[in-house]
């Protein structure tokens, strides 16, 4: 038995959405079918704001709310300027703020460098934090984040190659190796061997 044109064309709506099947739909679409129509539309009112009342940071371009032209974390007069964590994705800003071990500010990508996916340097926010850097006083520490592919690295050594040169800038990379917990027989060599070169005093 097929759904009705409106519920059908609901569930193809969340089916594109990352991590969302056919049958996860489905049950979402449940959901709101059996709950009044007051909150589906506030689910519904929900969605359509994203992009009337977030956009992009105009410093590091992380998300930050309309009516604000910096985050709150560039505005926060006790972050170090000088240290700026280079991530891929504004979700990474979220992930490394809940540790609260970081007080620097960040630049956000959006991705990586991928030939394969037709994604160049063009595409990301490489240009526009060569143009931040530029108008800092030095010394500056530029911390790569980016994920632990060759995507992920291709696209830091490629900012630090292309860095104008006049810049005083020096690079770090997040350490990679065991995670808190683990157990080392059931580490792939490239963690383990990560580990080990990024092994520190004890």
Same mark, same amino acid.
């Given at each position: ?6 519920? %059908? ?12 099947? =056919? ?25 359509? #704001? ?5 956009? *992009? ?7 930050? !709310?309309? %009516? =604000? ?5 560039? #505005?926060? *007069? ?7 964590? $280079?991530?891929? #994705?504004?979700? #990474? ?6 540790? =609260?071990?970081?007080?620097? $500010? ?41 994920? *632990? ?11 630090? !190659? ?26 792939? !060599? ?13």
């Amino acid at each position: 038995m097929e759904f009705p044109k409106a519920a %059908d064309e609901a569930i193809e709506a969340f089916c594109r959405l990352p991590g969302i099947g =056919r049958k996860t739909a489905q049950r979402l679409v449940q959901h709101l079918l059996k709950h009044d129509a007051f909150q589906a539309e506030r689910f519904a009112s929900s969605i359509a #704001d994203l992009h009337a009342k977030i956009h *992009p940071c105009k410093q590091c371009y992380h998300i930050t !709310e309309k %009516d =604000r032209v910096l985050c709150a974390i560039c #505005d926060n *007069p006790l972050r170090d300027k000088q240290q700026i964590c $280079v991530v891929e #994705d504004f979700m #990474d800003v979220f992930a490394i703020e809940q540790t =609260r071990s970081f007080t620097g $500010v960040y630049h956000v990508l959006y991705g990586t460098l991928s030939p394969i996916s037709g994604i160049g340097p063009e595409k990301l926010k490489i240009a526009e934090l060569f143009h931040r850097m530029l108008g800092m006083d030095g010394p500056i520490e530029l911390i790569f984040a980016t994920n *632990p592919t060759l995507e992920g690295e291709a696209t830091a050594m490629y900012i630090k !190659e292309h860095m104008p040169a006049h810049i005083e800038v020096s690079f770090t990379r997040i350490a990679k190796g065991m995670p808190m917990g683990g157990d080392i027989d059931y580490a792939d !060599e490239i963690t383990l061997g990560n580990a080990l070169s990024a092994r520190v005093h004890f």
